[in-house]
């Protein structure tokens, strides 16, 4: 069975510092990684996404996450943080191999931007 | 990009009614659509697969007689909850699925919350 884990529910960072927000994968295929951005009263934007295309991939905001097989990871990492980046992040895989759309989410982590 | 739109954002009931949200696709036709819930501090869980024009298929341990979803057409679904109780208190969030020319992606709702007194 697919699953996420987010390894930190809440994260800490000074504006202008990088951000990193981690994620651990399980999958029995090739899996589809996401992370999407949550803000208060807002619907769910997709930052990134990995299809096994470049293990590096870049999204928008200026953030990236790099697919490592090996260690089943897809940390989300951005040089340096914005106020306006204060938000809830979830890592996000497909749940099967045949691209029906069906996603699973992680539990999803709380980043505080402070000035 | 594709737009997903809710209505109502937000809706309180008294126990015992019936509440019904719509999803609505506003620029692409979204053959299957997914509903999720969202508890307070917590992580988004699908409840269930709406297909247009068939049944909807459910997620194990959600009641299908309480959650009734009608995928009339490309563009809407609606979930229905029905004899609400407090504990269905939550938020609830759609997503349309999009086919474009590098697979599908999902583009969610803003969501509505949904408070039973």
């Known amino acids: 069975a697919q699953s996420v884990t987010q390894l930190d529910s809440h994260v800490s960072v000074s504006e202008g510092t990088p951000v990193l927000l981690r994620c651990n994968y399980s999958?029995?295929?090739?899996?589809?990684l996401f992370w999407y951005v949550q803000h208060p009263n807002k619907g769910l934007q997709l930052l990134l996404k990995?299809?096994?295309?470049?293990?590096l991939v870049k999204g928008i905001n200026g953030f990236e996450a790099e697919f490592k097989k090996s260690e089943t990871s897809f940390h989300l990492t951005k040089p340096s943080a914005h106020m306006s980046d204060a938000a809830e992040y979830f890592c996000?895989?497909?749940?099967?191999?045949?691209?029906?759309?069906?996603?699973?989410f992680g539990q999803g982590t709380t980043l505080q931007v402070k000035p | 990009g594709a737009v997903v739109s809710q209505h109502p954002s937000r809706v309180i009931c008294k126990s015992g009614t019936s509440v019904k949200i719509e999803c609505r696709s506003l620029?692409?036709?979204?053959?299957?659509m997914f509903w999720y819930r969202q508890f307070p501090k917590q992580s988004l869980m699908l409840m269930a697969t709406?297909?247009?024009?068939?049944?909807?298929?459910?997620e194990q341990g959600v009641e299908k007689d309480k959650f009734l979803i009608n995928h009339a057409s490309l563009t809407l679904s609606t979930l229905t909850v029905t004899s609400a109780h407090p504990e269905d208190s939550s938020f609830y969030i759609c997503?349309?699925?999009?086919?474009?020319?590098?697979?599908?992606?999902?583009?969610f709702g803003p969501g509505t919350r949904l408070t039973v007194l």
């Open positions: 996000v895989v497909s749940a099967y191999s045949s691209n029906t759309g069906k996603l699973i």
């Open positions: 709406s297909n247009e024009g068939s049944k909807a298929t459910y």
């Open positions: 997503s349309g699925t999009l086919n474009s020319g590098q697979g599908n992606e999902q583009f």
């Open positions: 620029d692409f036709q979204a053959t299957t």
């Open positions: 990995y299809t096994s295309a470049a293990t």
């Open positions: 999958s029995s295929y090739s899996p589809s």
